[in-house]
């Protein structure tokens, strides 16, 4: 039986590597995508800019979702994306085979309307989105003024799980008015939450594609679009002195798509977006170039203000090598430099005046926003943290965190400890001053003016307190005071209370082999499902059949690519696989250690693979287990359907406790301490 599962395993991996061997540009092509050539020898696909494929190793990979792999994926992604149906791995290969859909009914797309879900939790006032906007992206109060008066910006709290973060709405609206998109940017710098950023980036749920936030200004005659909202607004501060009759757009990437909305709306007064489809929207700037003179006549309609990079140019050279007339404004970048974008650009021509300002601090004003109990921004890990953030000068800023053991109405009733931290770009320097009672007892004044002084002196990180030292305050204000030793969770973070700098970094390594061990414990993630059969005397056709019928479940989400892989091992079907390692706890060790991340990073990242193993390995067995038993049917096995399940589930169930004899990996830690060391979830929805 070994050497016929060994002959069918081989002819099945024959058929697969034909088929995935095939030229993925020709496949793409014959799916109905319009390919464009990029730089290196890469194609992109014209309706989605993130879709790149790669002719020199046969993939794809659509950046924007995470997915993306051979020719076989490619059909099944490609053609969900067109019809709304997504096709069988069998389908998938028929096509690669025949050149044609066999039995597919198709359904169309149903769209669901844009919800502006955040219109309920605004804020009455921009006081915090203008500080942002100010004070770390260099815009000043006219340009912010100018922008709200369109009606199209907006601040807002959002909430996901049990975090709360104040962000910037960007508004996109028809030409009725209406509403039908908007994107988010964070406000409150947040590494626990937003690993990647540090803020939250992120475009709204059922948004229109081919449209953006924008500014009128006179009576345009002419388009400018820019990438970012905040570099379209940059783009306005520097040039408002020359702009005249103009609309301002921005794309939220490099979208051929929202280009042609705008030009088509220009030449019908608005009428084409609110009668045409998508489809005809996405392509009426090629029809407009192919039929009509209209842009040859008109050559400064278009003007791209994109990032100057290599995506950026190739966006102009692209229109431009169609034929499209576009004026090209890209921010000037220096030779070492690799990218530049209009905000960078902004706040590189105005570094060296604020840097030269010999401003005064308003001190009274400083201390009044960090007392106000209405800006703080609440998020709920193993205790309550309360956060502010007040930007300053030259790039300082200045982070309030206030902790709690429960939350409470008003902060005054407690005494609730704090921590003042000191930032400068989005870095930390240390910290000015902390305090047991932030409700009662909170006066910094003189600690602000000494700071003042140390940065007009350029000595701010000689006088400030470090991370230990804020971690042995935090330690005193515990309920019970921890030993030598141990670790808790707090915030989202870690705070070890080890005497050494070796100690502390045992601490955050047992509390990684925890973590790791709260994910490999419980399986070993193999799939048994073909010894069962061999057991149950399965004919050859039954394993092919089987196999033909699995399909392939991915999860890829957060830096995390998780995949059942193939096994060489007799009687395995598969197993579930981190990028093709497998998930045991050695495994997963060494692919933290040949990542260049920092312990906080490597948190997330264990708490993100937990949350994707659970899920996806339900999927999985749930899937194959579906498959096994509509096999068993089939070929008339059902009379020993139900042992060779639950003989299934004792094989999985015996591996797991092989794998459990190795050494507990946090030892003899209290069971207090285990408790304390549960991690809150912090999936982000895209």
Not at 204 to 209: E, R
Not at 211 to 229: H, T
Not at 435 to 441: F, K, L, P, R
Request: aromatic fraction near 10%; avoid cysteine.
């Amino acid at each position: 039986m070994a050497n016929m599962q060994e002959l069918l395993s081989q002819r099945f991996e024959a058929q697969k590597q034909k088929l995935v061997s095939m030229d993925i540009v020709a496949v793409a092509e014959s799916l109905g995508m319009t390919l464009k050539p990029g730089s290196s020898g890469i194609y992109y696909w014209e309706e989605h800019d993130s879709f790149h494929i790669y002719p020199n190793t046969n993939t794809f990979r659509w950046w924007s979702r995470g997915v993306g792999t051979n020719t076989i994926d490619l059909v099944q992604v490609v053609q969900e994306e067109m019809t709304g149906h997504k096709p069988t791995f069998r389908e998938a290969t028929s096509f690669l085979e025949t050149g044609q859909f066999n039995n597919v009914t198709v359904q169309p797309v149903v769209k669901e309307p844009f919800e502006y879900y955040l219109e309920r939790y605004e804020h009455p006032d921009f006081n915090i989105g203008r500080q942002y906007l100010k004070e770390e992206r260099g815009l000043s109060d006219e340009t912010i003024d100018t922008f709200l008066a369109s009606g199209n910006l907006a601040t807002a709290t959002r909430k996901k799980g049990d975090y709360f973060e104040p962000v910037i709405v960007f508004k996109s609206r028809d030409n009725d008015g209406k509403m039908i998109g908007a994107s988010l940017q964070g406000i409150v710098e947040n590494r626990v939450q937003h690993p990647e950023r540090g803020r939250l980036k992120q475009i709204m749920k059922n948004s229109d594609g081919t449209a953006g936030f924008s500014l009128d200004i006179g009576n345009p005659k002419r388009l400018v679009f820019a990438e970012a909202p905040i570099d379209l607004m940059s783009y306005y501060e520097l040039h408002k002195d020359k702009l005249q009759d103009v609309k301002l757009v921005a794309m939220d990437g490099l979208k051929k798509g929202v280009v042609s909305r705008y030009v088509a709306d220009m030449l019908t007064d608005g009428k084409y977006s609110q009668t045409m489809s998508t489809e005809q929207i996405r392509g009426a700037l090629d029809a407009l170039n192919k039929t009509t003179n209209i842009l040859q006549e008109q050559p400064d309609m278009i003007t791209l203000a994109v990032d100057n990079d290599e995506a950026g140019q190739s966006f102009v050279k692209g229109l431009q090598e169609e034929g499209i007339p576009v004026v090209a404004d890209l921010p000037p970048r220096q030779a070492n430099q690799e990218k530049m974008d209009w905000n960078d650009y902004l706040k590189q021509e105005t570094k060296t005046k604020e840097s030269t300002v010999d401003e005064t601090w308003n001190i009274d004003d400083i201390q009044e926003q960090l007392s106000q109990e209405s800006d703080l921004v609440g998020t709920q890990a193993v205790d309550v943290v309360y956060m502010n953030e007040v930007y300053l000068n030259q790039g300082y800023s200045l982070s309030l965190a206030i902790h709690s053991n429960e939350e409470v109405e008003n902060l005054t009733d407690v005494a609730a400890p704090w921590t003042l931290e000191v930032m400068r770009n989005g870095q930390s320097l240390g910290y000015l001053a902390y305090g047991e009672d932030w409700g009662n007892d909170f006066d910094i004044e003189d600690e602000l003016v000494n700071l003042e002084n140390w940065v007009k002196d350029n000595q701010v990180t000689n006088h400030l307190y470090s991370q230990k030292d804020i971690n042995a305050f935090l330690a005193t204000t515990q309920a019970v005071e921890p030993k030598r030793g141990e670790f808790v969770l707090k915030g989202g973070g870690i705070y070890d209370f080890g005497e050494s700098q070796k100690e502390g970094e045992e601490l955050r390594q047992r509390a990684l082999d925890w973590m790791i061990a709260d994910i490999t414990d419980g399986e070993t993630y193999y799939l048994w499902h073909d010894e069962e059969l061999e057991k149950l005397n399965a004919p050859d056709e039954a394993f092919l059949n089987f196999h033909y019928h699995l399909q392939d479940i991915q999860y890829s989400q957060n830096d995390i690519h998780l995949y059942v892989a193939e096994s060489s091992t007799d009687g395995v079907t598969g197993y579930l696989s981190l990028d093709g390692n497998s998930l045991d706890s050695d495994s997963i060790e060494e692919y933290l250690a040949d990542q260049d991340w920092t312990f906080d990073r490597k948190v997330q990242f264990l708490k993100n693979l937990k949350t994707a193993v659970d899920e996806t390995w339900d999927k999985v067995t749930n899937h194959y287990n579906e498959q096994f038993e509509a096999i068993v049917a089939q070929y008339g096995l059902s009379n020993k359907k139900e042992k060779s399940l639950e003989k299934i589930q004792e094989m999985i169930t015996s591996n797991s406790e092989q794998q459990k004899k190795v050494e507990n990996p946090i030892g003899d830690l209290p069971e207090q301490r285990k408790e304390a060391a549960t991690l809150p979830s912090t999936n982000e929805d895209y």
